[in-house]
């Protein structure tokens, strides 16, 4: 008994290791060269560049335009698409009834237009975020698109959901898109009537392609992953359905869903799908992507390794059923007979349909399109100047009488020499020259996190924050004004230990992804900043 335990426990330990080598693109024996290529984007949500105080910064509309370049270069058929919310997302951090974003964003949905436009979008399926400065903005914007959107505006007020099509032409083959977007987020799942009526018109719109001609069909889809499913589910004809509008950075592997595979390819422009396309015949579509196969493994692994734990456990339990815990045994030896037969699957190059996805992040190490990174900078220096002056007389409001004000953290240094020497070296320290650097200290979605006291009674706004630059000492331990003239008095005490939510108003997810209360804040103890200062 003990060497058949032995035996399983390196059985999974050699599994776990191989899962740590990367499965080999070499591996899956290849066709000379795939049909056609798609390549998608879902859920940009009007995002240009990825923030800088990520860790692994992913993202960047200029490495996008990139790849695409370097793929189009092999000499494939590229068909590029797009779905969920493309040029619009949440309000900037900086938006307030005073400084209105609503330029800066129309500003930069034309400019991401014009940039889809250069690299040959097809077709965009839009999401609920690109109503989110009315229809007739929408409608602006796609009457500049030489793309197309399907569909193009919500079908009526009460049920938004709409389904259009078009045939296009990639190399040889013809294509046929359909687009279905619910308008909606996330969250807001369809009653099953509306899901069985969209269904329905997406089908006939299916149908109306492959009867002209459609030797793939490729689904945009734009709303919550439930629906998506069912709808996804129950249409027939569909080769690919590329599901967004879920705002979610999860990127799954392909998965088997009615007749289609079910895709994904995260958001804000994180990251490319790829996906090379195999034609032969008729016959169903094969998949023999290293990502499926690998993902496969690694859930194979899991569950070995969490019964071969279990069944150790049972076998120190004297009062275990022994014919239980044999079963148990052999559903171990089946897991790792489905483990071994787990190839690499060749798709035969004259039987059948078969496809590759890969789904590539856009890292820093991916080169950017010098020309698309020019209009990125045109783009910021004019929202820059148009700040500057539309917002120069905003004020922050007063603080009430009695209560403090901000005065910037040279006020601090006559007392607090060490931790304003500290904090000067500090990033938040120079956390407003970053923004000069990149002509962006008066962009909306910038600026409120790199100035002390945005938006806030005695503090600072767009333009009017001289002396409150940066992330300074009143970011954290509040306003100083009155401690400053009293620095003895118990009522005008600062906040020595700052709450955690009062970091998180910056340290969000979307730009700080690996906040952790506890090990920042010891991070931000120092000689003179929550130390002893040195002799």
Partial sequence: MRAWILVAVLAVVACACRQSEPAS???????????????????????????????????????????????????????????????????????????DATTQETWKAETLVEIFDRLGLVAATPGHRDLGFGAAELERMIGRSKFAWLPAKPEAANAPEAVSSKLTQAGDVQVGIVGVSTFAGPGAELPSERVKALTQRAQSEVDKLRAAGARVVIGLLASDQRTGRRLTQGLKGLSFAVQAGLDDAAT????????????????QGQGMLVVDVYLHGHAPFVDVSEWTLTEKRTDLQGRITELTQRVQAWERDPKVDKAGVDEQRARLARLDEELARLQPTAADADQANAFRAAYVPLSLEQPKDPQITGLLGEYDSRVNEHNRVAFADVKPKPAPQGAPSYVGSATCQSCHSGAYSWWSKHAHGRAYATLEHAHKQFNLSCVSCHVTGYGRPGGSSVVQNAGLT??????????????????????HKLTRDPAETVCKQCHTPDHSDLFEFQSYVARLRAKGHGLPQAN
């Fill in 252 to 267: 799954p592997a392909p998965a088997k869903n009615g007749e289609a595979a079910l895709l994904r390819a995260g958001r």
């Fill in 470 to 491: 940066n992330v300074g000492c009143e970011s954290c331990h509040g306003p100083g004004s009155l401690h400053a003239k009293q620095p003895t008095a118990a009522e």
């Fill in 25 to 99: 693109a070499a591996a899956v024996p290849k066709r000379t060269q795939p049909t056609l290529r798609l390549v998608a984007l879902t859920d940009v949500s009007g995002y240009l560049e990825p923030c800088g105080c990520q860790s692994k910064l992913l993202g960047g509309i200029d490495r996008a335009a990139a790849k695409l370049n370097a793929l189009r270069a092999e000499r494939v058929p590229v068909l590029f698409v797009a779905a969920g919310d493309l040029l619009f997302g949440a309000p900037p951090e900086g938006a307030t009834a005073e400084t």
